[in-house]
């Protein structure tokens, strides 16, 4: 960012001569911090800032499933600093207003397809084209990104014993990580694909992201099932943590910055909780013979 350290460090000074407290200064410094490092990753410098860049902002502090509270102070922090800016001509106008910050919003519960509907999902993509068959097991047994499956070269897959490995590059907020494919079926409706392909320097499904998205609409209009790409990293998430995956792996696969979207993300888990459950002795209830 174009001198923004220096500007935020300037902004901190002018309010310590104004009276603000230690305290305030420190989380000013930190939610701003935050916040340029947003604006550097989009590589907006101070005087492009606008309106949409809060906006976007606001967007991935929910994804991260932080609290309304806790984006209201960031984005109250972020205020004070536009009306600053203004007045010192480092910004055209103030980009927020009291009336952008969130009301109380009820974060929707995301519910896994269910087994019947996987099983559904599994006989539909079967029928799709081999290209497109194996990008959506793909989704399905390594939870990846759209958006990575559709960036991945053949070269990115590889076979590691007898595991099916993929290597995501430039991934979303810098998760490059080289992952397996979980799912054996995936796995080996994948490495049939990438082992019979002409390999050249075109995308490894020959598929753009939006095609991949076209596919998802069509199924759900078929099948009447409410469905997304996106659903299927929800899915894979709480299936692995059915099976007693711990979160932190669960995390590392996903990509995840925080172990709190993880969590998210597995929310819809169908744990079993009768091993938990103490084992009551009857004979011992009073009534009981």
């Keep these: 960012m174009q001198n923004m350290k220096k500007i935020i460090n300037e902004f901190i000074e ?26 550097s990753y989009k590589n907006r410098a101070i005087d492009q800032i606008t309106h949409d ?16 509270t806790t984006v209201r102070c960031k984005l109250s922090a972020i205020r004070v600093f536009s009306l600053w800016a203004n007045k010192k001509d480092y910004m055209d106008s103030v980009i927020i207003s009291p009336g952008d910050y969130p009301k109380n919003v009820k974060n929707r ?12 999902f599994k006989s539909y993509i079967d029928g799709l084209q081999p290209n497109a068959r194996a990008v959506f097991w793909l989704l399905y047994g390594s939870g ?12 990115d897959v590889t076979l590691r014993g007898k595991a099916v490995y993929i ?14 494919i979980i799912d054996k079926q995936a796995a080996e409706i994948v490495w ?5 392909l002409e390999i050249d320097n075109r995308p490894l499904f020959r598929i753009s992201k939006r095609t991949i998205q076209g596919y998802a609409t ?11 790409c996106h659903l299927l990293r929800h899915t894979f998430a709480a299936l692995l943590t059915e099976r007693g995956v711990p979160l ?3 995390q590392y696969l996903l990509g995840h910055k925080s172990l709190g979207m993880t969590a998210h993300y597995a929310q819809s888990a169908l744990v079993d909780m009768s091993s938990f459950l103490p084992k009551i002795n009857l004979k011992n209830v009073e009534g009981e013979d």
């Excluded at 397809?113 to 099983?119: D, G, P, R, S, Y």
């Design 144 to 155: 990846c990104r759209v958006g990575e499956a559709a960036h991945l070269r053949a070269s």
């Design 109 to 120: 519960r995301i519910k896994r397809l269910t087994n019947e509907e996987l099983q559904i």
């Design 167 to 180: 290597d995501i590059k430039d991934a979303k907020w810098g998760s490059d990580r080289c992952i397996p």
């Design 218 to 228: 069509q199924f759900a209009q078929t099948t009447g099932i409410s469905f997304h």
């Design 53 to 68: 860049d809060v906006s976007g902002f606001t967007k991935t502090l929910f994804k991260k499933c932080q609290k309304i």
């Design 248 to 250: 932190t792996t669960v």
């Design 14 to 39: 002018d309010m310590r001569l104004e009276g603000r407290a230690e305290g305030t200064l420190r989380e000013y410094t930190q939610r701003l911090n935050e916040f340029s490092r947003y604006l």
């Design 192 to 196: 049939k694909y990438r082992a019979e």
